[in-house]
């Protein structure tokens, strides 16, 4: 289980995990771009499909550590505008420096953009509809 108490599945003896019913299928050419992109610079921490990163020594001892979150609907990357996701991304977090500020490792606005629409990609409809400041009128 992740994180997120979802299973994951390996198919190489834990060297990756991926979510058991896998991503949704990619589409558009922002999508496919923002895939390539995040399977290149992203997808170490944020998983494969997204699905948040896995459990490590380091993880589970240091209590300041904070784990890369899900960017599919299992957790709340949703709750953000299409702008606030962008920005984070380019300018990078201010309570790790793990979530680097990706503007300043080759990452155009244009590739911030791909990125949101391939993190969308793995949204079902609920999130889409409920995306921004709407996400509390959709939280049961
Ligand atoms: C070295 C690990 C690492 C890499 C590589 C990484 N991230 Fe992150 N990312 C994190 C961590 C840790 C956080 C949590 C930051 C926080 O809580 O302040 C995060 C947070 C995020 C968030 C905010 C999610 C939310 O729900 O608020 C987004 C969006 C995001 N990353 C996108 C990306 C994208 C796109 C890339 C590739 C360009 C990327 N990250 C690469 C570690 C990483």
């Known amino acids: 289980m992740n994180q997120y108490g979802k299973f994951i599945i390996s198919t190489n003896h834990g060297i990756e995990w991926g979510g058991i019913s896998g991503p ?59 702008e606030a996701l962008q920005k984070f991304i ?14 300043d490792l080759d990452v155009s606005d244009a590739d911030a953009h791909n990125l949101v629409a391939y993190i969308k990609s793995l949204w079902t409809r609920r999130e889409l509809e409920c995306q921004g400041p709407k996400h509390m009128q959709c939280m049961q």
């Open 24 to 82: 949704y299928k990619t589409d558009s050419p922002e999508e496919k771009r923002g895939h390539a992109l995040c399977v290149k610079k992203c997808q170490s921490c944020h998983g494969k499909g997204g699905i948040g990163e896995n459990y490590s020594i380091e993880a589970l001892t240091n209590k300041d550590y904070i784990m890369a979150p899900a960017l599919d609907a299992s957790a709340h990357a949703w709750h953000h505008t299409d």
């Open 90 to 103: 380019l300018e990078g977090s201010t309570r790790t420096a793990r979530m680097a500020a990706w503007k």
